[in-house]
């Protein structure tokens, strides 16, 4: 199956939307592709430089994917918000029916499916942006300074990346995501959090 989007983005004011296993173009990432380009960050700088992986952050790493925690998460996002003014997208990426693999493939397959999940995920965005597992098949993605366009492009490419690593037919993998802009919460770590929460949940149903 494809990925695209669950719902028409025809009312440009609106904060949050969500991406849903079905239908779709191939949204994979051209070579020579760089989606940074479509928006330029703020006084030239770029995200690894303004949020570069300092010691706290390598210390709370996720023993599985090698991401950061949760405890790390929860603790970067609200300084990560505080420090730039507009431009910042959350997004809660779900790989579906997980319970499902796990009971039926084993344990050890499922956790080489976070583990490639993780790997692939981290190939599509920028070093500087917040990647994060923030539970067992959940993972939390901030990305910072760009337009929605750019932003929508990246979750895309998020859930065909996860898609395209599940070759075997017998074990289809897909992704749900729910994103938000933190421009509709006044910088609220907690509330845009909860945004993206309601729209993971609509794409879940979709």
């Given at each position: 199956?494809?990925?695209?989007?669950?719902?028409?983005?025809?009312?440009?004011?609106?904060?949050?939307?969500?991406?849903?296993?079905?239908?779709?173009?191939?949204?994979r990432p051209?070579?020579?592709?760089?989606?940074?380009k479509?928006?330029?960050?703020?006084?030239?700088?770029?995200?690894?430089?303004?949020?570069?992986?300092?010691?706290?952050?390598?210390?709370?790493?996720?023993?599985?994917?090698?991401?950061?925690?949760?405890?790390?998460?929860?603790?970067?996002?609200?300084?990560?918000?505080?420090?730039?003014?507009?431009?910042?997208?959350?997004?809660?990426?779900?790989?579906?029916r997980?319970?499902?693999?796990?009971d039926?493939?084993?344990?050890?397959?499922?956790?080489?499916?976070?583990?490639?999940?993780?790997?692939?995920?981290?190939?599509?965005?920028?070093?500087?942006?917040?990647?994060?597992?923030?539970?067992?098949?959940?993972?939390?993605l901030?990305?910072?300074?760009?337009?929605?366009?750019?932003a929508?492009?990246?979750?895309?490419r998020?859930a065909?990346?996860?898609?395209?690593?599940?070759?075997?037919?017998?074990?289809?993998?897909?992704?749900?995501?729910?994103?938000?802009?933190a421009?509709?919460?006044a910088?609220?770590?907690?509330?845009?959090?909860?945004?993206?929460?309601?729209?993971?949940?609509?794409?879940?149903?979709?």
């Amino acid at each position: 199956s494809r990925a695209e989007l669950a719902s028409p983005l025809v009312n440009h004011r609106r904060q949050a939307d969500h991406l849903s296993r079905t239908g779709g173009a191939d949204c994979r990432p051209r070579r020579g592709d760089a989606w940074p380009k479509a928006a330029p960050l703020r006084h030239g700088d770029d995200a690894a430089a303004r949020f570069p992986r300092d010691a706290t952050e390598l210390a709370n790493p996720d023993p599985l994917t090698g991401l950061l925690n949760r405890r790390a998460w929860d603790s970067q996002l609200p300084s990560r918000l505080a420090a730039v003014q507009s431009g910042c997208w959350l997004a809660i990426i779900d790989l579906d029916r997980f319970k499902q693999i796990n009971d039926t493939h084993g344990l050890a397959a499922g956790d080489q499916i976070l583990r490639s999940a993780a790997e692939r995920m981290a190939g599509v965005v920028r070093r500087g942006d917040l990647l994060a597992r923030i539970g067992g098949d959940e993972f939390g993605l901030l990305l910072v300074e760009v337009d929605r366009s750019v932003a929508i492009r990246v979750f895309e490419r998020l859930a065909g990346s996860i898609r395209d690593q599940g070759s075997d037919p017998a074990v289809p993998l897909t992704a749900s995501i729910g994103y938000a802009s933190a421009d509709g919460v006044a910088g609220d770590a907690a509330q845009l959090f909860a945004v993206a929460e309601r729209a993971l949940r609509d794409a879940k149903q979709a």
